[in-house]
């Protein structure tokens, strides 16, 4: 018997909002607040406009913002008033803190001091009762739609928006403008070998005129890739996540690609890894190159988790290598473009920023293979300075 096809019927699934008063107690506490921060997280992504509203609530309202990991993308990293730059000042000294779709789980520091200021009020909204009140009180919980809550609250705000001529956005500025100084200096920085943010340079100028899908894993790789890659449109960034699990690397990318042939085909696949996330699952390199997938992978290789050795340094070694090798250690220069190759794709073996941009060029015509671009960069190339010591205690 045959059976006649007919369209599926979308089922969409109810909105809600909050009761207008609950609305008002949160503007209430926003307009009341000397320091407020807003903090987006992915749980904005969920709701269907999620997105767009809280684009249009932050440029209503003026207030200071900064993404989650997960939430980068959501708003814009180039919007003006995003003080991502300045987040350990801003968690630590916010007085009012808004959380859109976000959690305050170890990401965030549970909300808890010495990250965040002890006596701060949270506003939230969330679509899930059971993220209020974790680890520290909510004070308006907002229950609904995040895209649909942000519109009534964007249209219950009128005219009002957050006074920038005050010490907190001047304060905030300041902070942000420094950090940001120190990143550009080291990412100009042109010596060979690369440091993290200067390898990364021509990699976020060849992002800039394209819409790319960045999956970013490994450890000072990912971290320093939430900085230097902007994030301009929602969903178009894959990373370890809130469960920090490194291996999901090349299977998202083949999942991202299979997804961009079928419905998003200008969007590139980037894969930005460190040498040891990309050991995880490097082996569904030869996955993508049987579907013939244009995903492109660049390796940022410092011969090590974290750390490694010098080539020369390694070489010299005489003994048992498994008493003197420092456990962190992994083959210096190894030649993940060769390892490439061989089971489909195309590499390329590069040290210099003109190499890097060349390769990506290149890469770029590759429409029916993998590519790969491996990346020698220091071993001693570590993230930037923090001032509090628990975030690193790096020397550099």
């Not at 749980?43 to 249009?56: H, I, K, N």
């Not at 990401?107 to 009762?129: S, T, Y």
């Not at 940022?300 to 250690?329: A, F």
Request: aromatic residues 8%; neutral net charge.
């Amino acid at each position: 018997m045959q059976l006649s096809v007919v369209d599926k019927i979308p089922l969409w699934s109810p909105v809600s909002v909050p009761p207008l008063p609950f609305i008002n107690d949160a503007l209430t506490l926003l307009k009341q607040a000397k320091r407020p921060l807003v903090i987006i997280g992915k749980g904005a992504a969920w709701s269907e406009r999620g997105s767009l509203m809280s684009q249009q609530f932050l440029t209503r309202t003026q207030l200071p913002w900064l993404p989650t990991p997960g939430g980068k993308g959501i708003v814009s990293d180039t919007h003006p008033n995003n003080v991502n730059a300045a987040r350990s000042f801003a968690l630590r000294n916010a007085d009012l803190v808004f959380l859109i779709g976000a959690r305050l789980n170890w990401m965030l520091h549970f909300g808890l001091p010495p990250r965040f200021n002890k006596e701060c009020k949270i506003i939230q909204v969330d679509l899930v009762a059971e993220e209020f009140h974790q680890n520290i009180k909510t004070d308006v919980g907002l229950l609904g739609d995040i895209g649909e809550t942000l519109a009534l609250m964007t249209r219950e705000c009128g005219d009002w928006a957050w006074n920038k001529s005050n010490e907190w956005t001047k304060n905030l500025s300041e902070n942000r403008d420094k950090n940001v100084r120190t990143v550009e200096d080291m990412a100009n920085q042109s010596e060979t070998p690369l440091n993290y943010f200067a390898a990364y340079q021509p990699i976020s100028k060849w992002m800039e005129d394209k819409d790319v899908l960045v999956v970013n894993e490994g450890a000072n790789t990912m971290d320093i890739g939430r900085t230097m890659l902007k994030s301009v449109l929602p969903r178009r960034r894959l990373d370890a996540g809130t469960f920090g699990t490194m291996g999901v690397g090349q299977g998202y990318a083949l999942a991202a690609a299979l997804y961009c042939r079928d419905y998003s085909p200008k969007t590139r696949v980037l894969v930005v890894q460190g040498d040891s996330a990309f050991g995880f699952s490097a082996m569904e390199i030869e996955t993508i190159a049987r579907y013939r997938l244009p995903v492109t992978t660049v390796i940022l290789n410092n011969n090590g988790i974290y750390r490694g050795l010098k080539h020369e340094d390694q070489q010299s070694l005489e003994g048992d290598l498994t008493q003197l090798l420092p456990v962190l250690s992994l083959s210096t220069e190894c030649r993940y473009d060769k390892m490439a190759e061989s089971l489909g794709g195309k590499g390329w073996l590069v040290r210099t920023k003109d190499e890097i941009t060349n390769a990506l060029k290149e890469a770029d015509n590759e429409k029916g293979r993998p590519t790969l671009i491996n990346i020698l960069i220091a071993t001693d190339a570590e993230r930037k300075p923090q001032k509090d010591h628990w975030l690193t205690r790096s020397n550099q």
